[in-house]
């Protein structure tokens, strides 16, 4: 009879360079929106440039930013953060709707 070794279980792989930096950049997106609740506008704004500008086609980040733009009462800004949001993700409505109200602030009614 043979004798059996007891299986042991592989040992968990480290996470991907990808999910590592994903995983970084979320956590960075989730403190930025921490922030933004609190009123803190100019922390928030430093979460999600730096998301942006290390993960561009992240469409989250595009659309938060623009929101804490809206909310500090910059609509160009704003407006320029939620387009890059919907040319990525098309069907993020949320970054559609704010740009619309950054249209009505502005005046452009047409828009």
């Known amino acids: 009879m043979k004798s059996r070794t007891p299986l042991r279980p592989e040992p968990e792989a480290p996470p991907a360079a990808l999910d590592a930096a994903f995983d970084r950049e979320g956590e960075l997106l989730k403190r ?15 979460a999600f440039r730096s ?4 993960d561009p086609l992240r469409s989250e980040a595009h659309l938060y930013l623009g929101i ?6 910059d609509s160009e800004q704003a407006m320029t953060a939620l387009r890059a949001a ?4 098309p069907a993020l409505w ?18």
């Open 32 to 46: 930025g929106l921490e922030a933004l609740q609190q009123g803190r506008l100019k922390a928030s704004f430093e």
């Open 51 to 54: 998301v942006c500008e290390r």
């Open 68 to 73: 804490a733009h809206h909310l500090a009462g």
């Open 86 to 89: 919907l040319l990525l993700n």
């Open 94 to 111: 949320p970054a559609s709707y704010y740009l619309a109200l950054c249209f009505e602030n502005l005046g452009h009614w047409r828009e």
